[in-house]
């Protein structure tokens, strides 16, 4: 079935996605830069940047928080929103990635990251390109511990939503004596590396690290499985991850 002219142009323009630069740099502001265009997510509507706009969790409302209070261990989600009267195009943090409460005017919206709130109220901090996020420091999920699979949570480091989430990324550390192995989540069952799809390195207790770090991807998953034998160590991290917006 074809599509009719209106119809692909809403498509492409839900796509926009064009010099978006966020940036997180302390406990409680985000910082979308001068010049990001988007597209709205209704397709109807483009948001360009015209200087930089500061979203402040502290804070309610326009430029801030859309609706209650802060809380600790929570992803909020950034929004551009733009006033379909005047024109003026703001942002909004929301506990919401699909319907933030959006102040009077303010009609058209487009998700274009988000944040986590840790444990003690603060930011993690890291830097956005488009679509791909860098945190500004590494955040260990996994330590040596067991000669055996197990299930790795990363969800307090990738977004938990499945339907913005494309990818993230780890480094993992291992010395020589520490065999390591990856697995995509729901192959978990039976032992050793049999049924399991196993994505970067190896579960063979011959098998050794280079000592250095490896950087790889699963797509659309913020769990996995990882194996760790012998004495050696295996260390790993989110250092990042990729929006599908």
């Not at 487009?110 to 109220?121: E, I, K, P, Q, T």
């Given at each position: ?231 050696g160590y295996h260390n790993i991290s989110v ?7």
């Amino acid at each position: 079935m074809s599509l009719m002219p209106f119809q692909i142009n809403e498509y492409l323009t839900k796509k926009i996605v064009q010099d978006l630069a966020i940036e997180c740099s302390n406990a409680t502001q985000v910082i979308v830069q001068q010049g990001a265009v988007v597209g709205a997510d209704d397709g109807g509507d483009i948001l360009v940047v015209p200087s930089a706009i500061t979203l402040d969790i502290t804070t309610s409302g326009l430029g801030g928080l859309d609706t209650g209070s802060e809380t600790a261990d929570t992803w909020y989600y950034i929004w551009l929103i733009k006033d379909q009267f005047t024109g003026t195009v703001a942002g909004l943090l929301s506990a919401s990635s699909v319907s933030p409460t959006l102040p009077v005017g303010f009609t058209i919206k487009r998700l274009v990251g988000a944040v986590r709130n840790d444990g003690s109220g603060d930011f993690l901090q890291f830097t956005q390109i488009d679509s791909s996020v860098e945190y500004k420091d590494y955040y260990n999920v996994f330590s040596a511990g067991q000669s055996t699979w197990v299930s790795v949570d990363a969800s307090n480091y990738v977004p938990q939503i499945s339907c913005i989430l494309d990818s993230f990324t780890f480094v993992s550390n291992a010395d020589s004596t520490g065999a390591r192995g990856f697995v995509l989540p729901g192959l978990l069952s039976g032992t050793g590396s049999g049924g399991r799809q196993i994505v970067y390195g190896s579960a063979s207790q011959n098998s050794s690290g280079s000592g250095s770090p490896a950087v790889f991807q699963i797509d659309n998953n913020q769990a996995f499985s990882t194996y760790h034998h012998g004495s050696g160590y295996h260390n790993i991290s989110v250092i990042g991850f990729t929006l599908n917006l």
